[in-house]
């Protein structure tokens, strides 16, 4: 099917002269004023797949049949080619601006029409088909992501998933065991307490929902155990860097836990200051009939460490923070001062120690 061209000049030999270069390959359509022109758009808006438009027109001129058709809102499916004499940089400046595909000089020439109209229509063929696809696959998106929610939902309810999540609170207690054993053997052999306090902390179902979502994954058991490493978390506060290691080593170490990953971002810190030792590690629970592994993230750090992952933790998550970039670059300063004093502490302690002894 031939495409309709709409060809708006009050001047009739341009008309004709458009209409004969253009005839084999497109319906031609001529208005000789912008009123016309726009009772024919009215008529044959779904079919127009160009517009060539004179501005020189008694009553409507063509910059106001341009707004028109941007007011409601042609703009964007039909393109506007503008036939005229004028050469002027402001003139063409102020076309563009207004949204006006591209222009064709007069006087015109066969060629030159054919090729920039062809040009014109094809490009707005092929944005329209990809709009249209971008618009269909974003319905069904949505309709996919609303049908993931609700399956989300009844998850949430389901007695399956809380039983994931009491497993995963067992881990924790597992792994909180096993550091206080740690803690009462360490201190009998060093005289002293290898960390200050654990914390820890299972992931809300909100959490899971998006971190899932953000991963691309549908919210289910299967995929909350394969992808997720951070639904049971512990928190480890030392005193000084090098307990950090030595505990980690020690928890590790056990026949029956498994590290799966370890990132250790004390010797190589993110770029915003952020340091601690994260493991991943896999842990056996004893249920009344089974015993299961679960992964759970184990994080150490000095008690300064923590005191600066609290406060930056804050700052991420306040949407409005007046010179946040300023408080970031302090941030980061304070990281590195951060690690000087652990670093000092810890050779007062060394010195001290030696002394005692």
């Not at 499916?77 to 007069?106: Q, T, W, Y």
């Not at 809300?204 to 289910?220: A, C, F, H, Q, W």
């Amino acid at each position: 099917m031939q495409g309709r061209i709409l060809v708006v000049d009050d001047v009739e030999v341009n008309r004709e002269l458009l209409h004969n270069m253009l005839k084999d390959d497109y319906v031609v359509e001529m208005a000789g004023n912008g009123e016309e022109a726009m009772q024919k758009l009215l008529r044959h808006k779904e079919d127009i797949a160009a517009i060539l438009l004179d501005l020189q027109m008694p009553g409507k001129d063509g910059f106001a049949v341009i707004r028109e058709i941007k007011e409601k809102g042609w703009l964007d499916r039909i393109p506007v080619l503008i036939i005229s004499s004028e050469r002027a940089v402001d003139v063409e400046n102020r076309c563009l601006s207004m949204g006006v595909s591209d222009f064709i000089h007069k006087p015109f020439e066969a060629s030159t029409v054919k090729n920039r109209v062809k040009n014109t229509v094809e490009l707005f063929a092929w944005k329209n088909r990809l709009e249209q696809e971008v618009e269909r696959q974003t319905e069904t998106l949505k309709q996919q992501s609303q049908i993931i929610k609700r399956q989300a939902e009844q998850l949430k309810g389901a007695e399956a998933f809380h039983t994931l999540m009491m497993q995963y609170r067992c881990a924790i207690m597992e792994v909180e065991t096993k550091l206080k054993v740690l803690n009462e053997a360490f201190s009998r052999e060093y005289k002293r307490n290898p960390f200050e306090s654990i914390k820890s902390r299972l992931k809300t179902y909100d959490s899971i929902y998006e971190k899932l979502r953000r991963k691309g994954y549908p919210v289910t058991l299967e995929n909350i155990e394969e992808h997720l490493a951070d639904v049971a978390g512990v928190r480890v506060i030392c005193s000084f860097p090098d307990d950090i290691y030595r505990l980690a080593r020690l928890l590790i170490n056990q026949d029956d836990i498994i590290l799966l990953k370890q990132k250790d971002y004390i010797k190589n810190p993110k770029e915003n200051g952020y340091r601690s030792l994260h493991l991943i590690i896999s842990i056996p629970i004893f249920l009344s009939n089974e015993k299961k592994f679960r992964k759970v993230e184990v994080q150490f750090r000095t008690i300064a460490m923590d005191f600066w992952a609290s406060l930056e933790h804050k700052l991420k998550y306040k949407k409005y923070v007046e010179n946040a970039e300023e408080i970031v670059e302090q941030l980061r300063i304070c990281a590195d001062s951060i690690e000087i004093l652990d670093y000092q502490m810890q050779d007062i302690r060394d010195k001290i120690d030696r002394h005692s002894d």
